[in-house]
Each structure stands twice: as C-alpha cells, then as structure tokens.
C-alpha cells in the first residue's frame, strides 16, 4: 500500500517552454502532497505543500507564477514548471501525507521522481 | 532554524557487520524523526520513525534509537548486505511548520 506515482519519469524540454509533472496517490487519498527538488548530492528542499482544494503554500525562494501546482483531487497534484530555463533542471519528487482514521501520521511516500532537462 | 548534520562521507562496511548512521540536530526536538532509504534516480523509501517519547524501535534488521537530550539519532543496520547499500536521510517533522526537513544523507557501501 501506499504507493504514488509520478509522471513522466524524465523529460527534456527546451529554453521557454513549460513542463507538467503528475503526482498520483494510487491506493489512497492525500489531502496534502509535498513536491521537492534535489539537486545531485544534495538533499531534499522542499518547495511547496500543496493541500487538496486549496492554494499551495510555497517555500521563501520559490517562485509560485513559475512552479504552479494544482492539487485538483485526493489522488492527483501536478506541478508546472512555466518557462522553463536551464537552470530549473533538476529532479522533481513529489510525496504524499497518509492520513489514518485515528490521527495524522507524519511518514511520507514518495514518488520515483521526474528528471527535468532544460536545454 | 533547524538544521540536521549528517556524515557527509560514505560509511563503507564489510558484508555482515552492523552499520551505524548518525544523525544530529540543532534547536528543539521535532515530535517525529525519520530516516528514509534513497537509491541514486529514485524518490525516497520511508523506513522508520520513532516518536519523542520513545527512546528505540525496530523493525526488522532496522533499529532507531532517539535521544533528545543529546539532540540525536542513530540509524543501525544490522547484518548488512551488499543489498543495504544506499544513501539513507535522516528527517525531522515541524509541528510548528507541518513539513518534513531532511538531511543531506549518508551514503552507506557494503561490501560483499
């Protein structure tokens, strides 16, 4: 159980253009999905927490008209990388919140991550 | 802020043998800690978390201890195998901020 998905896996695109980025929750409902990007040898940075139905909260430093999410159910969140430039490419990984009957619990699952390319 | 150290050098140990990570942190104790399992191209693998209030837990050949006095936690592995090898993070639950913060990792080699 517990199992998100992203897509795609990769993309490359080139200088301008804009890139979507699916993360689903296959086997349960997230009301918050987190979206991070990791730079090689670096850790996790956290750019936004994205709540079902509502507007993201995004990080200091991150810009929102350029990375927009939509979190338009319990099982899906997209990330839109808008004119997008070399300098965005990175690895995108998105992970979602389990919420059980009894309470919150605070563990993540994460998707496999999209590779970004910006040429 | 809070801020997590982690080994940034690999932990390079013999099949079979236990290894241990370490994972510091500065200011309050969160309410969670975390450690996470991540293979190089992939998303992370939630492995274990242990509460403030619980000094230990195990699963497995996974055991976290949890000390909040010395503001730490060490992650061991116990009989490891060549399988084993990654980079595990160390993470941190903000009640105040409702996010997780991650450590950098620390890249564990076993050898066979």
């Known amino acids: 159980g517990a199992v998100v998905s992203q897509h795609p896996s990769w993309v490359i695109c080139k200088s301008g253009t804009s890139v979507k980025i699916e993360c689903r929750s296959l086997?349960?409902?997230?009301?918050?999905m987190f979206w991070y990007r990791q730079f090689p040898k670096q850790s996790l940075m956290l750019m936004a927490t994205?709540?079902?139905?509502?507007?993201?909260?995004?990080e200091q430093g991150v810009e929102k008209d350029k990375f927009l999410i939509n979190h338009a159910s319990l099982t899906l969140s997209t990330l839109t990388v808008t004119s997008a430039h070399p300098e965005d490419s990175s690895f995108y990984i998105c992970?979602?919140?389990?919420?059980?009957?009894?309470?919150?619990?605070?563990?993540?699952?994460f998707g496999p991550g999209t590779r970004l390319t910006v040429t | 802020s809070q801020k997590i150290e982690q080994n940034s050098e690999a932990l390079n140990i013999q099949e079979g043998k236990t290894a241990t990570l370490t994972c510091n942190y500065t200011?309050?104790?969160?309410?969670?800690l975390q450690w996470y399992r991540q293979d190089p191209g992939r998303g992370p693998v939630f492995l274990l978390l242990?509460?403030?209030?619980?000094k230990e837990k195990r699963k497995e050949r996974l055991k976290v201890t949890f000390d909040t006095t010395l503001k730490q936690s060490l992650f061991h592995i116990t009989a490891s195998q060549p399988a084993d090898s990654a980079t595990y993070l160390c993470?941190?639950?903000?009640?105040?901020?409702?996010?997780?913060?991650f450590g950098s990792g620390t890249r564990l080699l076993v050898r066979p």
């Open positions: 992970s979602a919140s389990v919420q059980r009957a009894a309470g919150v619990t605070y563990e993540q699952y």
């Open positions: 086997d349960f409902q997230a009301t918050t």
């Open positions: 200011n309050y104790s969160p309410a969670y």
């Open positions: 994205s709540n079902e139905g509502s507007k993201a909260t995004y």
């Open positions: 993470a941190l639950w903000m009640d105040s901020s409702y996010k997780l913060i």
């Open positions: 242990i509460r403030e209030n619980e």
